[in-house]
């Protein structure tokens, strides 16, 4: 198994552009998340998924999109890219025991 | 959310073993206990989790205390690849709050040779 991919692993930006961040996983899991991670901070979950067309907002989901299609893909679409956007991204899958795996992250850099 | 207390840093030297404290006094009868940790330019990696008994792993050890408002993650023996930031998470596994980790600032282990 690949676990959680995540794709691309960097990314630089200009304010005002969007792009959409990629979160594949293998291991048929139904709940799917995304978390940013800024310098010196722990991670703050932004929007998850229980499955497939189901998605809900976390703590931080301003400016960003996601949709479930797939039981496997999890995108995260920025919409117009601020600054403050600069971060760390990862996403991650439960299984049935609710341990998460996460994938190696995006470096995303607003400009 | 249930408020944890952890040490900001631990030191530790190669093989010896490892006692990472967690306060979490304000945890509810059905949150679990994670633990998961961070080693540098990763993602998050899970260690381990339990409810009331000590759990084991190939990782790791979990000691639950009795009324469950502290808990220990054990290390039998540490190796430099266990120099990572250690986050001790309570999570309810029903209701709306499933699947949500709430990080705080960790524990920082330092592995000496």
């Known amino acids: 198994n690949a676990g959680v991919t995540q794709t691309p692993k960097f990314q630089v930006l200009k304010t005002g552009q969007s792009m959409t961040l990629q979160c594949a996983q293998d291991?048929?899991?139904?709940?799917m998340s995304w978390y940013r991670q800024d310098p010196g901070m722990g991670l703050r979950l932004i929007h998850y998924?229980?499955?497939?067309?189901?998605?809900d907002q976390g703590e931080v989901p301003n400016g960003y999109n996601v949709s479930r299609s797939t039981t496997e893909d999890f995108p995260l679409r920025l919409l117009s890219a601020a600054p403050s956007q600069t971060s760390v991204y990862f996403c991650?899958?439960?299984?049935?025991?609710?341990?998460?795996?996460f994938g190696p992250g995006t470096r995303l850099l607003v400009l | 959310d249930a408020k944890t207390t952890q040490p900001n840093s631990m030191e530790s030297n190669e093989e010896e073993p490892v006692h990472l404290p967690c306060n979490h006094s304000?945890?509810?009868?059905?949150?679990?206990i994670h633990w998961y940790r961070q080693l540098p330019s990763q993602g998050p990696e899970y260690v381990i989790h339990?409810?009331?008994s000590n759990v084991n792993n190939r990782m790791a050890s979990l000691a639950i205390a009795e009324d469950r408002k502290s808990s220990t993650l054990i290390l039998h023996r540490a190796t430099l690849r266990d120099a990572a930031v250690y986050y001790c998470?309570?999570?309810?596994?029903?209701?709306?709050?499933?699947?949500?980790?709430?990080f705080g600032q960790g524990t920082i282990l330092t592995v000496h040779p």
């Open positions: 991650a899958s439960a299984d049935a025991r609710w341990a998460q795996y």
């Open positions: 291991m048929n899991h139904e709940y």
């Open positions: 998924s229980v499955g497939a067309g189901i998605t």
């Open positions: 304000t945890i509810s009868g059905t949150d679990y």
């Open positions: 339990g409810l009331t």
């Open positions: 998470i309570p999570t309810n596994a029903g209701g709306t709050s499933y699947g949500k980790l709430t």
